[in-house]
Structures are given as structure tokens and as C-alpha cells.
């Protein structure tokens, strides 16, 4: 870099001439010269190297440069265009100014956008937010998404929206003349000079920018000198990798991880980078390491070293453009002038203006530069409707060359001036201008096949072997057909002669590129062996599917005119014909005989032939042939139509053979195809195909029939089908014998699937043009079939239905006449119900149906007719009549040979032991039968005599087969069927075909006799047979009801008989159960008298409850099944465990983590701001069970790392491991430890003063014996300092006991175990205390009561961990528990001995107390004088700390002053809390505010000492298994008292301070004295408020666009003004993370995280519950490699999230789940959820959390 240092001093010189100068005067001199373009050239040349680009850069340097470019550049520019002070100009203008009713906000990334389904003229036209809430469309069915950025909003566009264009903002004043110039407006010289300002920026912009030497500059910008500085530029390109990028600079620059890694956010951001400056030889070598780095896989990163003169230049120009759009959107009349400037061609080429220019050279330029160009053109020439239109025109002209060079280039669309064609195709008019003047349409679909090169010998489309090259073209390509799409997607309301001319014009192109397409990808069956290479079928299939919506839109446009769809059925009849010219070439004819009907046809079987999916141009024939039927044409215009010409024949050739395929497939003949095949007849059949593949070729089939003789029909069916000859046969009723069993099967399957086919060609009737019908009876078909499979959710079946053009399926206006919905709970969706009364219209052969569906629906509809004691029949519904063109389609269900097969299934189903029949084949026979039946009736009833019933089924089917099968007719096979045996299921449809036949013979027999029919008397014998089988099932169902409930009756007796015989065995079963439950407390004493009943409710001190004898606790090990009782001598039991730091108590989230190795965890600060939590599944093992367990664990852990690398759900290195009964995540064991001391009641209960002075002795002799020199202390009585107390636990408890221990210290601290550090047993209370606050909130959270209403896994882990708090000082040194407790008592009762007594504002309480209890006793093992008990000493430790809450409650409490009506004479309570209140004040003063009313303090200190006071009874009935009283056990009043008494407490617990107030002033007065008590209270400290509010999670807005649209504003914090691509939310606190960037990523423990991963260390302890604000997706995460996502709690209007927000319905916030999600948090139940969830689902294990 050594070139860079001299030219470092420039800006000092620099300075000078930037103080001397005036942009005013440069101004003046400019205007007053005779070339203003050499004079602005000369200014910039001079300026612009000296301002931009001096070296590397920084912040500082970019603020510098800014400031100079706007004082040094763009100020004399702003004064010679307005005239004068800018500021006061710009004003001016903008006051002048009438905008246009255009909104035109251009939408940044991840700005909510929205789309009125009800209103947009397409998907396309959206709104900003600001807009859609003053819209009328609020209230609209609306599809809110979010933007990927550079679109903008569409209000105050007429023509986007079919009503509603303005919103109130935008509402336009009818004063305006619509056509009036805007540069009327301004003065006339300032119209002259914007000219000429806007032509040379422009053109000096449009220069830079397109400019190819990297040293050189444009003539008249050369710079004065000219150092020897240069830039190596990197360039952004979408081949290589973030990872290859920072790999490379880092060899190539030597710089860092980091710096590499900004420079590659940077590239990929603005497309280009400086990495290095300096020399010209110095920057070449960087680009030389960069180039042979990257150029061993694919083409090399683009590098140019550039001088630096060339790069400043190209910077100002970007900020010139900027300028620029800034400029006019103070006035239209400037943008109006601007867009002038930029659209007029140019002197030197009367072809180019300035935007053509920037357009045709925009695959050249980097990202930075297209967007801040596409923007200004979205500025201006987009929101000037008059020059959109010459824009429109110069697009269209230039869009061949433009597509070209977006096909090259490698950037996203996003960035490409293509991009922009979604702005002005969308818009009709344009559309329908471009299509006629500039051809549009043709130009777009021949652009499109030019660049499909790859052909096979016939023409078509061949994808296979596709280069990658290839493959990334074909994927670009696929833009244009979205262009085409916007040219179509609405129709036009009226034509006019040139654009019907156009139109048929592109049709023609479009044609041609269908006819590459029809009989692409052909397949030939493979025989013998598997096919080696899967062929390419997915390009094919890519193709078909972004056509599909444009092939139905050139349908939709042809329908709107009769001349233009007579024309293009021409058309598309010529080009199939073309089509089909080498089809029967070189087949030999064949003539096919069958039920006394010939018809000739050609050899062709699917089986050997090449066969085709793809037949666009057949297909596109049916639609237009349907549009025929539909508008009338064919029957208005016959002599115009080519109806002649067809040959139905050929027409269903084509489609015939695509549907044999698909039976043969089914049929399993194709297997050694491979899986392509199997995926091309998915896709066939897939609703995003189907309307333009399987639809439309069941239409042809149909338009084939309604045109052939039925007979032949069926013949050239049964050929192709290659079933001919099992039929033809001269005697096909016995059943054509086969040897090969295989040969059989396939032959059954493609019977049914033929009969299927037969089935869909007579019976779908549902397509308008084909039947008559609407589409809305259509959808409500669908609609109907899909939900008798189950109920479905609003997502499901919008997914069911094929989408139109515009995104919509139609299923909105239907579901509610057919479907009922119900609303989903806390989890799950809604789900929408069919109505009963449309069970009628399903049809078990419904065409969309797959084979699954149709089991599963024939499933639910026979099990709900069951349920409703109806027969189980699934008749065909009655079908809707056919158009007239389609009329002839019925005489199929009438027709000779279909009569004879159906004659030969059924004679094959009488002789059931042949084997050569199915019963779904049984079944579709009875479904063609019964179509058939119905058609007859509807004519019967539809027709006016006899005479003009032209379908007479009943007659055929009563006639016996003809020799030399002389079985009996259908009707008598289908009787003598009714009661055989093995037709059991299909008895009841046999029964409705039988009824139904005599039901039409009483019509015929009536109408013949009497021709006026009432048709209402026609079911009767129907009906009343139906009735006779509804009564004789119910009365069967009756009968099964009573002796079910008789067996009941029966087996309950036998059971009590059983039980009065054993009751000893069950009296000592219960009495074991009793035993072994959590609670050891005996819950119902024997009651002597009055007095032993009130002992009984207390849990401490010396009038305790004891449970009479002492209980034994009998367990059963999980592992070994073992039943043990638990003792402190035997074997060890333990219970699964899990420990983590917590912050869900904390009062203060910024309080820094403790350095491990120096905190001191003895004193909690009221903050709470980290604790230690223990939880448990309460499941209890063995502990050397649990050891060898845990150790099996390790092993297969060992064995999985040395196999493959994936992370498993739990950490095993970090002691975690599964729970072996329920798999919950656990990390330690707590033993479990018996109740210890009994209550001795023949000790005296010391007072409080007594037991302080022996404490204080006590703790005197200890102090002396350890310091052990100058005079002892006298030991009390019987306390001996050396005595060694006995182990109370065996060897195997004591080694779980520090097992636990050491869990916690690993955890609280994030150390590695040391059993010899004196921290370890505050740790373990530490983890109890906090446990227990974290319960007791929760309780006061779910308004339950304090006792009774915990889960038995909470209730075992207090207990456990109760027990175990107070056995762990056996475990560890006794000194050091000395010196906890002497250090404990200091904090309440200052001693001099004890230097650095924490102030009495920085202890919580509560776990000062519980410390206390655990600690003394060790301190009271050492006393040996059997006068003492534990009990008193924890009564007076209550007492103490009960006053220290106290004094801290009133130290901080604030209470307003309230004017309520207060009880009038002040009680007790009022005046002690006054006293004490009163006695605080005189100690510290002023700090303390001056409260008159008792009341108010005392309902303070009442409310805020409620949450230790329940906390502390949990504490001790755990502790001492005292029973609680009732009041306790439910929730509501009289919880104070219950409370106070159970801890032997006066209720007016100011009592405890006056009864020892001589004892406690002391005390409190050296309380109030320590040195930071003031300074906290005057405001140097947190001051925490009693009683703590519980944490709850963030509000979340009710409206998820409220959060979308705050994550849209919200910038990266590091990688300047940048918006983050991935803004996520954090639930516990409310930051807002850039979260999976590289920007964002910082360093905790040595190893790179994400933003969101660091985050949860400082305000989660290392668990974060976030939201992805983009995605709408709620993410846990539990350390660096855990992680899970849980469903959202926004839910949309029909119950369901929107995880992506793909579907893009509103979303609202359910409270319900939110809350259940916070419940979760309070609970510390997160890590589990997110274990339970990667057990469950792998591919969250290997999700990189640590980056999020």
C-alpha cells in the first residue's frame, strides 16, 4: 500500500478551497457561460477525484464525502436550476405543485403489500399499507404478502382495480384538467434550465455507467493530474458461494475472517467492492489470486482494476441519478421534463435515446447501479402515464434484445430491466396497444422458442441430456412465459379488427410452439430387463405446467368472441391435422368385429409403440371444442365450422392411448420404466396439470363418442385397451382362461380401468359446454368430493382446487352452501364439514379421485351410512343433462357392446371359482348399470310422451344373450346375483338397481296408459321397500344395544362378587398404594381434641404437625422394576432430572453474566436476574441402574461420532441423556432422600433473644477456632467445634448427592466440576429456592391454589429437591458451610467479624431464608447438649427475615396517594406499619417520602410480602411434610390467614416487630446505615418493587402486517442502512435481530453465532423463544445446536398459521396460543419441547442453529 500514503494529506490542502467556495457564485458563473456542458464537465473533472475515492474506506470517510459532494457538486447544481436558496426553492415547488393521483411508494424488501381479491384487476396490482387501511378494500376479502422489493403501490391506477382505484389520500380533485401539461406550472426559465441540467447529469450519468476502460475517462473529464492510484474491483456474480468468496480474499487481500466477510456482504449487496488500493502493480497482483482461485470449477470471479479517478466518476454518477430522483418528486412538472430529456433520441443514432441506452447495456452494469437506475425510471417515467406509454413502446421494441441479454447474464430477475416488464404488460390498455402496434404477443412466444434450440428429428422439444448451461438458460427462459402472462391476463371487452388480426397472429405462434411440444418425451415399454438411465422428464413437465395458465387464458379470450374462436378452432384443427399426418403411415389396418358391429381401424399397441404425455395441441383442440358447445357457435354457425372435416377416429387416438398408459401403469406392466414414468402420470392426473392434460383428454374422448357410432367407440376402446380379444371371443361369458397368473392380474386391472374410463366418458358431465352446468356448480363438486373423504382445512382445499390465472379457485363463494366449519382449539385447524344434505350427489367414480382418495372416501361414506341405519348402496348421483353438441354421449350406456361386457363380467361373477374377475370390477359394472337406469328415468320424466324416449336400457337388459351364449339376460345374471353368498358387501346396490328397474316399468306401464304423469307418486314401491329395510335395521340395531347392555350388567356384578371375596388382598394393595405416593404426609390425622387439630396445621417451629409413625416411602425403579423403600442407608434411588440457567424471574436483562471464577453466588439480588432451575419427569430409577444406563448411552454416542458427524437431540458430553420411560430431556439425578428430624418435645423453645446470643457464641467459638491463636471464645455447653458428626447417608446416597451437586455448579457457574469448591452447596439452594419462586408464580399465574393442584412431577421434584437441600452440607466441607451460615446471619444480624455484608436492598429474601434453614444445620450438628432443636432456630430465622422483607418493602415502596374512602379509625395493622415506616425515616432522612396514611403502607407491605409468604410455606411443607390446611388447598379468600398460621406467623405480621422491637431497632438501624442503601434509594442503583410483577412475553400486535411492516423499516444495525433480510423478533424481550447474516454474526466462546444465538446469552441464559417475521414462524432455541420451530400464534380466518406466509389470507393473533406458548416459557419447559421435537424429527437436528 505504499503508493496510498502521500495523497493521505490531500483533504487538509483541500480544506482551504472548500471554505472559499460558493455554490451561488459557480451557479452565476455557470449560467452566464456559452457552453454550460463544458463548464459542469470542467467543475466535476476538477472536483470529483478529490471529493470521492482517496484510499480504502470507512464510516467516517463516507460522511465526509457526502457532505463534501452535496456542498462542492449538487449545491451549485440546485442553485442554477431553481434560481435561488435551494431549500426555500425546493419548498416553493413543492407548494406550487398538484401530484398526480398516483401513490407510486416503491416498496422496500419485506414491506407488506396487498392484493383485493375481490377488486385487483390481477394478482399483480397491490397497495402499500398506508393505502389499503384508507381504502375501501379493508374490508374485502384481501391476500396480504410481503415484497420482494421494487415494485410499488397501484393506488390511484384506474385500470389496476375494477372499483376502489383511490384511497382517501389519493382521491383526486375533479377541478383538474386530466390532459394538462405539469410544466405549465413552473416558470418558464426554470423549464429552460431544468432542460439543459437534466440532459448533461443524465447524459454524464448514462456515460459513467455504461462506460467499458478502466483507466481512461470520457473526453472533457480528464482529471487535471493524475496519481498512480488504482482500485482492485470486485464484481458479484451468482455462480460462487459466500464461503468460496471469503476463502479467496483472504489469500488474495491478507486480510481477516471478518473484513472478508463484510467485503462479501458488500459485493453481494451493491454487486461490486473495492478490496484493494494502491498501486496499479499492487492491485493487479490481488486480481490475479482471485482469478486463478475461483476459475477450477466454473468461470472466474469477475475483477478489474480500476484507476481511481474512473471509480469516483462512476460513484458520483450513482449519487447524480439519485439526485436526480430526488429532485422531481417535488414536482411532476420537473419529472415530466426529465422523462422528456430521457426518451428523445439521440442526434448521433435515431434509434437511441438515454434510457435506451441504460436499458440495452443493462446486463453489463453491477447491482448497485441497476437498481438506483430502475428506481429513478420508476420515479419518473412509470408515474408519468403520458411517457409510460413511449416507454411501453421503446420496451417492447427492444424486448427481443433485452431477454437475450437477461438470458446471458447470471443476475436475478429482481435485478434485471426486464423486471420491469410486470409495470407496464400488467397494465390492459398498454398490453392491448403493445399487442397491436408492436406485435407483442408473437414477438414474446417466438423470443421464447428461439431460445429452446434442442430439437429431435420430428421437431419437438428435447430436454434430455441438458448441459448445466442449458439447464440455467431453460430456467431464465421460463421469464418470458410470465410476460406473455401479463400480456393475457385480462380479456379484452370489445375487439377491435387489429387486434383480432394480432391475436390470431400470435395464436399462430403459440401453435407452433405447442406443436415442438405435442409427442415430447415419448417412452417405449421396456421388456426383459430394467431401464439403465432415468430420462429427463421434469423440463417437459416445467414447460406444460407455466403454460397451463396461459392456455387456459387463450381460451378464455377466444371465448369472448365468436369470430376470433371459429378462427382459432381452424387454426388449431390445421395444426393438429399437421400433427397426426405420419400417424397410421405404414400401420396395417385391421377390422374389428364384436356384438354384430364392425369398424375398421390400424395395429397400435401402448404396450410395444412409442407412446406420448404430451399432446398440447389435441388438448387445446378439446377446450376450443367445448367453447363451441358452450357460447352456441357450433349450433349457430355449423356451415362455418370445419365439423366435417374431423375424424373422430383420429381425434381420440391420441388421448386414447395417453389413458391406456395410465391404465397399464396401474397395471403394473411398466415397472421396469423406472420412476420417471411413475412421476409423469403423478402430473397428469396433479391438480396443477390436470385441467390442461387429464381433463381435457377425457373431453376429447367425449367430443370422439357424441361424434362415433357408440359401438365403434367402445371397439377402438377395447382395442387399444388390448382387451379385444377377451371379449370377442366366440363364448367371452365363460370367462377367458389364462395360465400365467401374472397375465391375469394385469388383464383384471385394465378391465376395471377401462370400465373407469367408460364410466368418466358417459358420466362427467360437470364442465360447462360438456353439460349444463356452471362453474360454480363445478367447484361446489369438487368441493363436495373432497371433503366426503374427511374433513378438510381452508389450506387443504385450496390446494385440491386447480387455480385459475389470478390465483383464485372459486372455492369462497361455494363453501358455505355445502360445508359447515368448525373452529380449531389451542392446537390443530379449523376443519370444514360437508352438510348432510350432500351425501346425495357423491360419486364413488368421481374423475379426480386417486385410488387412495376413493378408498378412503367409499370408506367414510359407507361407515356414516351404517352410523345413520341406512343401506350402504353408493348409487351413482343423478347426472346433469348433456349440451346438444354432446347430446349423443347417453347412447354409450345403451350400446350393444357395452352390454355384452357387461354381460360377460357378471356371468364370470355367478361362477365365482374361476378366479377371473374382480369386485371392483363387479362394482363398476353395477355403477354403469345404474347410470344407465337414471338416464332412463330423467328422460322419462323429462318427456312429453313416449314416443321421444329414445333410451330404452330396460328393454335391453331384459333380452337373454344371443346363441351360442344362451345365458340369461343382464337383469336375470343381476337377480340370480342378489343373494349369492359371496356378494355380500354389493347386496344393497344390487337391491337399488332391481328397485329402480321396476320403478321405470310403472312409470313406462303408467305413462303408456295414461300420458299426464304426476311424477311425485313415482317412488313409491322405491320408497316404501326402503322403509321396510330402515325399520328391520333398526330393530336389529335395538336388539344389539339391549344384549350388549345385559353382558355389561353381568361382568359388573361378577366384579364386585370378586371383590367382597379378596377384600384382605385389596385392603393391603391400597394401603401399599397409599404408601408409596409423593406426599408423605398423612393427609387426615386422628383428631384427639380442638387443641391437637390447630398443632396439626402448622409446618414449623416447635409446634409442628408430625405424621404419627414414621412413613415409609416404598418406590419402584423404572429400569429394573424393583420395589425398594427409601432409606439414607440403603441403595440409592434417584429421579431424572433437568437443570438450566433461568431468566424467566428476571427483573433485569442488561445485568451482565457473573465471571465465573470470582462470583459469589450466596446472595441472590432481588432482580432475580439469573437463576438455576430444576425440573423433572418424575421418574424414578436405581442409581446404579441409572449408571449403566447412562453409560450404554455414552458408548452408542462414541460409536456414532466414530460413524457419522450429525448431532443427536441431547448433548451426552455435557451429562445429558434421554429419560428411558418418556424420553424427556434430562441432564442430572436428585436422590431421593427420606424425611429427616422428628420433633423432640422435650426441649424448651428458646426466645428469639436467647437463640441469637447462643448462635452468636456458637459462631464466636467456631471464628476462634479457626483462626486458633490469642484467647478462645467459650464454647457453649455441650457444643464441641471438633466434633465429627456421623455420615447420615450410605456410600452410594452420599456419591448421588454430589452427582446433583455438581450438576448444579457446572450449570450456575459454566465451570468444570470441583468437588473441593466452597461454592458448591450454595449452588444446589440456590437451584431449590429459585425453583420454588419460579413455581409460585406460576400457580399465582394460573389463579390455582398454592397445595394440591401441582402435577405429581413437580410435586416429586420440590420434594426431592427440598430434601436434598437440606442433606448437601453433609457432602461437602463442614468449614466452609460454617462460613456460609456465620456470612448468611451477618447479612440480618451485622457482625464485626464479617467484612462486606451485602446492603439489605441487595438480598432477595426468600432465598436468604431458605439458605439460612440449609445451612444451620450444620451448625446444630455440632451441638451435643440435646437441649436445642432445629425447629426453633427456624422459626426465629422466619422471624428475622420476615422483618428484613418488611424493612425492604418499605425502603422501596412508592405508594400514591390514594383518595379512597379507607376504613375510618385506624386498626393495629395501620399504626405499627406507621411506627415502623416512620422509624426507617428517621434513620435515612428525606430519601424516604413522607407518607401520612397507614392504609396505603400497609396494603403495600401486605401485597408485596404475600409472594415470600407463599413461597416460604412451600419451603417448609416440603421440608418438615407438614399437611396443609384446606383454605390452602383452594383458591379465594382467607389465603392470608390460612397462609400466616401455617408458618406460625401472627397475621398482623408487624406483630413479630413490635414483640421484639427492642431486639430488632438495632438491627434495622444498622441496616438502614450501610453506605449504599442511600445512594440506591437517590437513584445510583436498580431499585426492585415489591411484590415483583411476573415477566410475560412481549404484546404482539392483533394484526400481523402491523409486525411486517415495523420489520420493513428495520435496518441491519452493521452493514449500513442495509434492510436485513431475515428481521426476527425476540418474544422475551422485543429486539428486533438481523438473524442468519453474515453481518450479524458475532463471537461467543470462541466459536462464530448468528445474531439471534448471541442474543439468547445475554437475555435468555442461552434459550430464545424468537419470531421470524418474514416466514411467520416461531423458532426455540436452546444453546448453539438446538433448535425447533413451534406453530405461530397468528392464526388466519379459517384457524390455520401461515408458516411462510404462502398463502398470503390475513392473520390475527389468538390469544389462546400465545398464551400457550408463554405458559410454556414461565414453565422452563422449552428445552424439552425442543427435545422432543428433534427426537421426533431428524432434519431439525441438522439445522445449523448456532447461525440463526
Known sequence: MAAAHPDRDVPSAFCAEFLDFSAKDTAARWLSAADLQQQVYQHLAQYVPKILCLGPSSSREEQREELACQLLLLAPLEWLLLGQEPSSGLALLQENNRPSPLCGHVFKVGEPTYSCRECAADPTCVLCMQCFLGSVHKDHRYRMTTSGGGGFCDCGDAEAWKKGPYCQKHTPNNTDTAEEDPTAQLPADVVARSYSIF?????????????????????????????????????????????????????????????????ATTVDRDGRKSVRFGDFQFCEQAKSVIVRNTSRQSKPLRVQVMHSSVVAHQCFALKALSWLGQIIQYSDGLRRILCQVGLQKSPEDENTSLVDQLMLNDSKMWKGARNIYHQLLMNSLLMDLKYKKIFAIQFAKNYERLQSDFVKDDHDREFSITDLSVQVFTVPSLARMLMVEENLMTTIIRTFVDHLRHRDLQGRFQFDRYTAQQAFKFGRVQSLIGDLKYVLISRPAEWSEQLREKFIEGLDAFLELLKCMQGMDPVVRQVGQHIEMEPEWEAAFTLQMKLTHIISMIQEWCATDERVLIEAYKKCLCALSQCHSGLADGEQPISLSLAGHCVETFRYQVSQDKVSIHLPVCRLLAGLHVLLSKTEVAARFPEQLPLGELSPPLLIELPLRCLVLCAQVHAGMWRRNGFSLINQIYYYHNVKCRVEMFDKDIIMLQAGASMMEPNHFLMMVLSRFELFHIFSSADCRKRYREANKDVVQQNNTLIEEMLHLIVMVAGERYVAGVGQVEPFDEVRREIIHQLSIRPMAHSELVKALPENG??????????????????????????????????????????????????????????????????????????????????????????????????????????????GWTESMLQRVFHLVGMALLEEQQQLEN???????????????????????????????????????????????????????????????????????????????????????????KRKAEMARLRREKIMAQMSEMQKHFISENKELFQQSLEELEASTSAVADQSPPVSSDQSFSVSQVCLGPRRFVGGAERRQLVTCILCQEEQEVRGHGRAMVLAAFVQRSTVLSKNRSRATPEPEHHDPLFMHPDLSLGIHTASCGHIMHATCWQRYFEAVQLKEQRRQQRLRGHTSYDVENGEFLCPLCECLSNTVIPLLPHTHRLSHSVDHPTLEAWLKLTTQQIAALLSDSASEGAESPAPDGFRVDFIPLKPFSSSVSEMITTFSMSTYKVGLKLNPNEQDHRVPALSWASCAYTIQAIERLLVDEEKPLFGSLPCRQDDCLSSLTRFGSACWTAAKLKSVHTHFIRLLAALVPDIHVENSPCILDVDMFHLLVYSVFSYSSIHCLDQSGRTVVDSAHVHLLHLVTVAHMVQILLTSTPEDVSMDQDSGDSEEEDLTCQLFNMLRKHLGSVLPEVSCGWLLWRCVKAAMLPFLRATALFFHYLNSAPPPADLLVPGPGQWEALCSYLSLPCNLLHVYQSQHTLLDPLIQRWCCHRSVRQTLQGGGVIIRFPRESNQLIDLPEDYSVLINQASSFTCPRSGGDKSRAPTLCLVCGSMLCSQSYCCQSEVNGED???????????????????????????????????????????????????????????????????????????????????????????LVAIDWQHL
Open 199 to 263: 440532459f448533461i447529469i443524465l447524459k454524464y450519468a448514462v456515460d459513467l455507467l455504461t462506460w467499458e476502460q478502466e483507466d481512461q475517462l470520457p473526453v472533457g473529464l480528464e482529471p487535471p493530474e493524475r496519481g498512480d492510484t488504482y482500485y482492485c474491483m470486485l464484481f458479484n456474480d451468482e455462480v460462487h458461494t459466500y464461503e468460496q468468496v471469503i476463502y479467496t480474499l483472504q489469500k488474495a487481500v491478507n486480510c481477516s475472517q471478518k473484513e472478508a466477510v463484510s467485503f
Open 1649 to 1739: 453465532v448468528g445474531a439471534c444465538t448471541a442474543h439468547t446469552f445475554t437475555c435468555g441464559a442461552g434459550l430464545g423463544l424468537f419470531l421470524r417475521v418474514r416466514e411467520s414462524q416461531v423458532l426455540f432455541v436452546a444453546g448453539k445446536t438446538k433448535g425447533c420451530f413451534y406453530p405461530p400464534p397468528y392464526l388466519d380466518d379459517y384457524g390455520e398459521t401461515d408458516q411462510g406466509l404462502k398463502r398470503g389470507n390475513p392473520l390475527h393473533l389468538c390469544q389462546e396460543r400465545y398464551r400457550k406458548i408463554q405458559h410454556l416459557w414461565r414453565q422452563h419447559a422449552i428445552a424439552e419441547v425442543i427435545g422432543h421435537a428433534q427426537e421426533a424429527n431428524q432434519t
Open 943 to 1033: 318427456s312429453k310422451g313416449d314416443d321421444d324416449v329414445t333410451f330404452n336400457y330396460t328393454s335391453k337388459i331384459t333380452r337373454p344373450g344371443e346363441a351360442p351364449s344362451t345365458s340369461g339376460s343382464v337383469l336375470a345374471l343381476l337377480e340370480s346375483l342378489q343373494n349369492a353368498p359371496h356378494l355380500e358387501v354389493h347386496k344393497d346396490m344390487i337391491t337399488w338397481i332391481l328397485k329402480m328397474v321396476a320403478n321405470i316399468k310403472t312409470i313406462r306401464e303408467r305413462s303408456s296408459s295414461s300420458s299426464s304423469v304426476t311424477i311425485s307418486q313415482d317412488h313409491g314401491p322405491e320408497e316404501t321397500v326402503r322403509d321396510k329395510d330402515k325399520a328391520e335395521r
Open 806 to 915: 389470478n390465483k383464485e379457485t372459486g372455492l369462497e363463494r361455494v363453501i358455505d352452501t355445502v360445508a359447515s366449519f368448525k373452529k380449531p382449539g389451542v392446537t390443530g385447524r379449523g376443519l370444514y364439514e360437508l352438510r348432510p344434505e350432500w351425501n346425495k350427489h357423491f360419486n364413488l367414480y368421481f374423475h379426480h379421485y386417486s385410488r387412495a382418495d376413493q378408498s378412503k372416501a367409499e370408506e367414510a361414506q359407507r361407515k356414516m351410512r351404517r352410523q345413520n341405519a341406512e343401506d350402504t348402496a353408493l348409487p351413482p348421483p343423478a347426472p346433469p343433462l348433456l349440451c346438444p353438441l354432446f347430446g349423443s354421449l347417453v347412447n354409450l350406456l345403451q350400446c350393444d357392446v357395452l352390454l355384452a361386457v357387461e354381460g360377460a363380467v357378471l356371468q364370470w361373477a355367478v361362477e365365482p371359482s374361476g378366479g
